[in-house]
């Protein structure tokens, strides 16, 4: 076996059943010591968590890696880390197929008027409506990454003009490229829809606001799958009251769970679903997970390290 006896590993995941993890954990790793953190847990070499509190990293000084059971490492960051340890997030585990799944079926649904349909169906009236032309349905994703990657080749499967912006250029078969707070204006303004698949930093916090989201086409829609501190509400209630916008699909929110009082529940415009567009697929990131704590252990290089200071 790789792993070191005395190897251990902590779990310390708000909002998650320990149970299934540990016992998964511990399978794949039967000579590492698994526990269940709480506070006075003797000092671990690696640490599999999400949203942990900051008295968690305060008393495990030691670790050399944490492994953030997501992709979204924002909330992480916010903590003070041992300074020693690497951040991993998850990279993929099965989330950018969900994704993509995700994001094809709320484009669909808005090419398509599947709203429109379901409504007459309802009232028993059999009418054709005229759906756009595909051309004109350019479908813009911000955040190329993993899972920005992964949705605007399944969008291109189907055909639409597919354009992205990250911070650095990319080359993806089909898709226009765009890049950097230069090219941003011009990526806007070609997207009849907005996919946002940003991370969650200094720089992408409130970047859908009234200001930029004035600049998508006439009548376009938003799906916003990354981060609810991406998008300012109000402005998005405003353009959607004023008919900039036709309409928003979102599955995250500032406030999770959604309070039941917030006007984006009832908005007849707006679509919500509860952070559910890609979940953790638990076995796969264990299999993750596990096969870098033993190339950590063995000085392999691995993939998904995050960079504290880019935010991502
Ligand atoms: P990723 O691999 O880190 O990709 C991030 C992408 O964003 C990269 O293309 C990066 O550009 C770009 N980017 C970062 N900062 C930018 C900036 N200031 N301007 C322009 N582009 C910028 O992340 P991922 O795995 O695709 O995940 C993206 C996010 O999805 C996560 O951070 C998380 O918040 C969210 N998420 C949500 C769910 C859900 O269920 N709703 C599930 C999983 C993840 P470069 O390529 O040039 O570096
Ligand atoms: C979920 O939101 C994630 O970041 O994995």
Known sequence: MLTSPSMKITFCCTDTKPDLWLSGLQAALPQAEVSLWQPGT???????????????????????????IGAGVDALLKLRLPPGALVVRLDDAGMSVQMAEY???????????????????????????????????????????????????????????????????????????????????EFLSKSQVLVNLLPLTPDTQDLLNRTTLSQLKPGAFV????????????????????????????????VEPLPPEHPFWRHPKITVTPHTSARTLRETSIAQIVGKILALEQGAPIAGIVDAVRGY
């Open 103 to 185: 994001v094809c079926h709320a484009v669909i649904r808005y090419f398509r008027e599947f709203e429109g349909y379901a409504l007459d169906a309802k009232n028993g009236k059999w009418a054709y409506r005229k759906s756009p032309q595909r051309d004109d349905f350019s479908v813009g994703v911000m955040g190329l990454g993993v899972l920005g990657e992964r949705v605007a080749k399944s969008l291109r499967a189907f055909e639409f003009p597919v354009n992205g912006w990250s911070r650095s250029a990319k080359t993806i078969e089909g898709v226009q490229s765009f890049c950097g707070e230069a090219q941003f204006n």
């Open 223 to 254: 799906i916003n799958v990354a981060r609810g501190a991406h998008l300012v509400e109000d402005d998005l209630l405003a353009l959607l009251n004023e008919g900039h916008l036709a309409g928003a699909t979102l599955d995250v929110f500032r």
């Open 42 to 68: 003797p000092p671990a070499d690696h640490a599999v968590v999400w949203a942990p509190p900051q008295q968690f990293f305060d008393e495990q000084t030691q670790l050399k890696g944490v492994f953030n």
